[in-house]
């Protein structure tokens, strides 16, 4: 399924990826590259497909369980909203405080690894803090270097609101820089006003990834497109905080590129394959999308507003582009329906710059021999962190070491902030990147909102978070626990309840 601009879809077709980490070519449609007469052949015994891009997400909560507001009897219209709420803190902010501050590294190898058992191969939402590196399990959209040392993307998660906070992005949109924004999120129309803030800084260009857009209308729409720039769907998260979503029928009408993001744990599905059925689910009583045009939500649109930025191509199966696969099942209901319907149990193989990640221990054997076995619910795969001291195992022991002894690691949490001030203050710290000033061996990852009784993005500083309780970590899989948390909250007036048809 190559996703190029034709829809190519080859029986029987073969990809052939370089040692560099790029695809030479996919046949029938392009002739058999020299130099790899002798190169391993896996019989991939599926639908091979771009690697899934989730472009928009918040990491260092995907830990978490879906979270609910108890007090909460009506859906929220603005993002300003349910960050006061009063179990925000406990149940969201300082739980995933801790875990970036005590256990960063494992934190974000967890993280990744639900999204790699989705078929993911690029995601956005990096914390702030220490930065991962490239090559590491997936490709971190915000930090990813591509073999450079240049920084392509700025990311910007709380909402500017003036000119003046918009001016080193603008800058940055000039010089060519990708820039991913949160905008008009919630149902309230009076957001549109953070769009409008978009647009007179003079970003909506092919540069800009506006996230949400919940509360837009055609004309900004119309702006949009006139911009080349992409809107990205989060549907399940709408939903489940707003009551509604979208306007993706005008976005599609004039001409808008769409992308899919799973968001965060708290209001978020499990991975963008999971947030690719929401998509679905909300087609069926609407009618707007092929199949083909869904599954382009998750591979060549989000790869075209990379591409823009980034300097390969990415989202598409053809010579040049970023080596990211996955193979999934393929079913009897079709070739774009497959990966639709798809669960975790369904993806053979997860390929990331021509290195197989994840998958069947039959494929992955050949091709990463240093792999390591996962339990991914019922099935028995196998997953290569490129570090041998690093199993599912250690990930899962390291954090569960901060869950058996919060107040501990909140001891320990605190000196670290300490030390993070010292280094802000004295410019340890340049910008999003890693931690400086006696910090540099330490993996700190910070939110990217700020902790409600502070709003400060370290979260207090100095001081250590009183009493934190921090909750068993949320399986890879999507299971009955999470469809009946889905079937309780009311917002979504039962549409998101037909996921668990899926299963």
């Known amino acids: 399924m190559t996703m190029r601009s034709g829809g190519d879809v080859l029986s029987g077709g073969a990809v052939y990826v370089d040692d560099d980490g790029l695809i030479a070519a996919v046949t029938p449609l392009d002739p058999v590259p020299d130099g790899f007469a002798n190169a391993p052949r896996i019989a991939a015994g599926g639908l091979i497909c771009p690697g899934l891009i989730d472009l928009h997400n918040h990491l260092m909560y995907n830990s978490l369980p879906l979270w609910t507001e108890p007090s909460r009897a009506v859906p929220w219209t603005s993002h300003n909203q349910w960050g006061r709420a009063p179990t925000y803190s406990s149940q969201i902010s300082q739980p995933a405080r801790l875990l970036g501050a005590t256990a960063g590294r494992a934190l974000l190898r967890y993280v990744e690894t639900r999204a790699i058992v989705g078929g993911t191969t690029s995601i956005q939402g990096n914390p702030r803090g220490a930065v991962p590196p490239d090559n590491d399990l997936i490709r971190n959209v915000d930090s990813e270097k591509l073999g450079t040392h240049d920084d392509f993307i700025r990311v910007s998660t709380l909402v500017a609101d003036n000119a003046a906070a918009l001016a080193p992005y603008a800058a940055a949109v000039q010089a060519g820089r990708g820039f991913i924004a949160h905008s008009a999120e919630g149902s309230d129309p009076k957001l549109r006003s953070e769009f409008r803030l978009l647009a007179d800084a003079g970003v909506v260009k092919p540069q800009l990834v506006a996230i949400h857009g919940a509360a837009l209308n055609a004309d900004d729409f119309a702006a949009m497109k006139v911009g080349n720039s992409s809107l990205v769907w989060s549907p399940f998260s709408n939903f489940w905080l707003y009551g509604a979503t979208a306007d993706v029928k005008a976005a599609h009408a004039a001409g808008v590129r769409l992308c899919l993001g799973s968001d965060w744990g708290p209001s978020g599905t499990r991975n963008v394959l999971w947030e690719l059925k929401v998509a679905d689910l909300w087609n069926k009583t609407q009618s707007v999308f092929t199949d083909e045009e869904l599954v382009r939500m998750v591979t060549s649109n989000p790869g075209d507003a990379l591409s823009g930025v980034w300097p390969r191509p990415v989202g598409r199966l053809e010579p040049g582009a970023l080596a990211d696969l996955v193979v999934v099942r393929r079913s009897a209901a079709g070739t774009y329906r497959s990966v639709i319907e ?162």
């Open 342 to 503: 798809a669960t975790e149990s369904d993806i053979r193989l997860v390929v990331v710059g021509g290195r197989a990640r994840y998958g069947l221990r039959s494929l992955m054997t050949p091709l990463a021999p240093a792999a390591t076995p996962i339990r991914v619910g019922r099935l028995s795969r196998a997953i290569d962190y490129g570090d041998s001291a690093v199993t599912w195992k250690t990930v899962v022991a390291d954090l569960e070491k901060i869950r058996s002894d919060p107040a501990g690691a909140s001891a320990r949490a605190a000196v670290t902030f300490g030390a993070l001030a010292d280094a802000l203050a004295g410019d340890g710290v340049a910008g999003d990147g890693v931690v400086g000033n006696g910090l540099a061996d330490s993996f700190v990852l910070l939110p990217d909102m700020p902790a409600p009784e502070t709003d400060d993005l370290l979260g207090g500083a100095r001081t250590a978070p009183g009493p934190v309780t921090i909750p068993p970590l949320e399986p890879l899989t999507t299971g009955t626990a999470w469809f009946d948390t889905v079937d309780a909250n009311p917002f979504h007036q039962g549409l998101l309840s037909g996921l668990r048809a899926y299963a």
